[in-house]
């Protein structure tokens, strides 16, 4: 089955398929167990993917806002991982302040 809401460009997909394989295992954790893990597991993909293609590390404060941002939403792995991206690439309404500076 197509996953519709699976980014189509990097990083985002990287970052969506961190999240969704660290997601698979909610079921074993108890909710702050899983949720730190998968905000760990994103801000180390994004850490590693910043390094290998010269862009700014994030903060795990910074993957926790852009998390925030996406709760809710119909979309949120996707939401989360396009505004992660976004702050690696300094890029959307953000700017290069990154998400410390909201």
């Known amino acids: 089955?197509?996953?519709?809401?699976?980014p189509t460009h990097e990083p985002a997909r990287t970052l969506y398929d961190v999240f969704q394989a660290e997601a698979l295992k909610r079921d074993k954790r108890s909710?702050?167990?899983?949720?730190m893990m998968?905000?760990?597991?994103v801000w180390?993909?994004?850490?590693?993917?910043?390094?290998?293609?010269?862009?700014?590390v994030i903060?795990?404060?910074e993957v926790e806002k852009a998390e925030e941002y996406a709760i809710?939403?119909?979309d949120y792995g996707a939401k989360?991982?396009?505004r992660v991206?976004?702050?690696?690439?300094g890029e959307g309404s953000f700017g290069n302040r990154g998400y410390d500076d909201i």
């Open 80 to 82: 989360w991982a396009y």
């Open 38 to 41: 998968e905000r760990m597991a």
């Open 44 to 56: 180390r993909a994004a850490r590693d993917y910043a390094q290998q293609h010269g862009l700014r």
């Open 72 to 74: 809710g939403h119909v």
């Open 31 to 35: 909710y702050d167990e899983w949720s």
């Open 1 to 6: 089955m197509t996953d519709i809401f699976r």
């Open 85 to 89: 991206a976004e702050a690696l690439k």
């Open 59 to 61: 903060t795990l404060a």
